[in-house]
C-alpha cells in the first residue's frame, strides 16, 4: 500500500511545484517524467523476477523499499528536473522489486484456496487506497504544510514497511537457498498460453486508468468548467466501489472457485461499459459513476485472475511465484508507461470521446477471450520429478523452506 501511495501522491504533487524548465514542452515533460518510473520497471521486472525466484522474497522485498524510501526522500529535496527524473526513474527500480515480491510472498505463504484469494484482496485493497487517495492526501499536505511534507511522509511509511518487515519475515531467517525449488524461467511462463492471456487481460483492464488520469482534469475544466477541488478529487470517490469488488470477488471465489474467468470476464465489461459513458458526463458528480465504474471492473478483474496466476504455476510449473508475478507487474506498466505519453496525443489528435469509446471496445472485445480459462480449475497438478519430490510436503517456498528445516 505505501508503495503504491507514493506513486499516486508524487503524481498529484509533481506539476505543481516543478514546472519543466520550457513552457512549450510542458505537458510532454510532466508525461515522460510520469512514465518514466513505469517505463524502468518494465525493464527491470524481467531480472527482478528471475532473482526473487532464486533468492527468495523477503531480500528483494527489503531492497525494494531501501530504494523507494531514498527515492521519495530525494524528492522532498530536489530542485531541479534532472534530479525529478532520475528519482521517479529509481522508483520504478524500487518497485520492480518491492511489488512482485511483495505478491509473491503472499502467493506463497497462502498456498491454499479461499485463504490466498483473501490475503491477494488485502493487498489489492491497499494498492487501491494508495492510488486513488494519495492524489487528495498530497495536494492537501502540500497546499497546507508545504511541498516537502508529503514526500516526507511517504518516505516515512516506506522506512516503517522495512523495519515491519524486519521484525516479523527478516530475509535470513528462512534457511539455506540451496533447498528452494528452481523456478520455470520468465521466457517460458511468457509463451504459457493461459499466463499470456491472464497478463493481456491485465494490461487492457488498466488502461482506461492509466490513460484517464493524465487526460481528464483538463477534459473537466473545459467541457465542465471543473474546479480544482473537484478535479483532484475526482479520483478519491471510486476507492469504495473498488474495495467492495475486492471483498464481492473474494467472496464469490469462495463460493464458486470455478468461476474465477467469469469473474474477470464481467469486469473487463463493466470496465468496457463505464468507459464509454465518460464523455457523455456533464457534471462533476456524473463523472464519479463511470469512474467508480471503472474501479470496480478493475477490482473484479484483478482478484479473480491474480489468485488465478499463482495456481497456473502451482499445476502447470514450479510453485515458486517470483516470475510469474514479474510478468503480471509487466502487464500493469505497459498501460502506465503509454498513459502519460500517448494518452494526451490521442486526445490532440483524435479527441477525448474517442479514446474513451476506443479503450471501452477493448474491453468489451477481450471479455471473451477469459472463456479460454474456463476449465483451468480442472487442472491437476504437472508430475515433473521436481513436483513429485515436493508433493510429500508443502507446496510453497517458504513451507518447503520451513520443512527442510525441521529435518536438518
Given at each position: 500500500g505505501g508503495n503504491e501511495s507514493g506513486g499516486g501522491a508524487n503524481r498529484s504533487i509533481l506539476p505543481a511545484r516543478y514546472p519543466p524548465a520550457t513552457g512549450g514542452n510542458e505537458d510532454v515533460q510532466i508525461g515522460v517524467l510520469f512514465a518514466s518510473k513505469a517505463i524502468l520497471q518494465l525493464l527491470v521486472n524481467p531480472l527482478s523476477g528471475t532473482l526473487i525466484d532464486r533468492v527468495g522474497y523477503e531480500a528483494p522485498l527489503l531492497a525494494g523499499l531501501a530504494v523507494m524510501f531514498l527515492c521519495t526522500a530525494t524528492f522532498a529535496f530536489a530542485e531541479s528536473y534532472a534530479t525529478l527524473f532520475v528519482a521517479r526513474s529509481l522508483q520504478g527500480l524500487g518497485s520492480a522489486f518491492a511489488d512482485t515480491a511483495g505478491i509473491a510472498l503472499i502467493a506463497d505463504r497462502y498456498a491454499e484456496e479461499p485463504a490466498r484469494s483473501r490475503a491477494l484482496g488485502i493487498a489489492l485493497a491497499c494498492i487501491s487506497f494508495g492510488s486513488l487517495a494519495a492524489p487528495p492526501f498530497g495536494g492537501i499536505l502540500y497546499e497546507f504544510a508545504g511541498r516537502r511534507v508529503p514526500f516526507l511522509v511517504l518516505a516515512c511509511v516506506c522506512l516503517l514497511d522495512g523495519l515491519l518487515l524486519l521484525a516479523l519475515a527478516p530475509p535470513w531467517a528462512t534457511g539455506a537457498r540451496a533447498n528452494m525449488p528452481v523456478g520455470t524461467p520468465i521466457h517460458r511462463l511468457m509463451i504459457d498460453p493461459y499466463i499470456a492471456v491472464v497478463a493481456g487481460a491485465l494490461a487492457t483492464c488498466n488502461i482506461p486508468l492509466a490513460f484517464l488520469e493524465p487526460t481528464i482534469a483538463n477534459w473537466m475544466k473545459e467541457s465542465m468548467g471543473a474546479s480544482e477541488w473537484e478535479v483532484g478529487l475526482t479520483w478519491l470517490p471510486a476507492f469504495f466501489p473498488h474495495v467492495?469488488?475486492?471483498?464481492?470477488?473474494?467472496?464469490?471465489a469462495a463460493a464458486y472457485p470455478h468461476l474465477q474467468w467469469f469473474y474477470g470476464?464481467?469486469?473487463?465489461?463493466?470496465?468496457?461499459?463505464?468507459?464509454?459513458?465518460?464523455?457523455?458526463?456533464?457534471?462533476?458528480?456524473?463523472?464519479?459513476?463511470?469512474?467508480?465504474?471503472?474501479?470496480?471492473?478493475?477490482?473484479?478483474?484483478?482478484?479473480?485472475?491474480?489468485?488465478t496466476l499463482a495456481f497456473l504455476v502451482d499445476v502447470r510449473h514450479v510453485s515458486v511465484y517470483g516470475s510469474v508475478y514479474a510478468i503480471a507487474d509487466i502487464s500493469y506498466c505497459v498501460a502506465y508507461a503509454l498513459g502519460p505519453i500517448v494518452a494526451g496525443q490521442i486526445v490532440h489528435t483524435m479527441g477525448f470521446a474517442q479514446l474513451n469509446l476506443g479503450m471501452g471496445l477493448a474491453n468489451v472485445l477481450y471479455a471473451p477471450v477469459l472463456l479460454f480459462l474456463k476449465n483451468v480449475c480442472q487442472m491437476k497438478p504437472s508430475h515433473s520429478e521436481r513436483n513429485i519430490l515436493l508433493e510429500e510436503g508443502p507446496k510453497g517456498l517458504y513451507d518447503t523452506i520451513k520443512m527442510e528445516e525441521r529435518k536438518g
Open positions: 467492495l469488488g475486492v471483498y464481492v470477488t473474494v467472496r464469490l470476464a464481467l469486469g473487463m465489461a463493466i470496465i468496457g461499459a463505464s468507459s464509454c459513458l465518460v464523455p457523455a458526463c456533464r457534471n462533476f458528480g456524473q463523472v464519479i459513476v463511470p469512474l467508480c465504474g471503472i474501479c470496480f471492473g478493475i477490482a473484479l478483474v484483478d482478484t479473480a485472475l491474480l489468485p
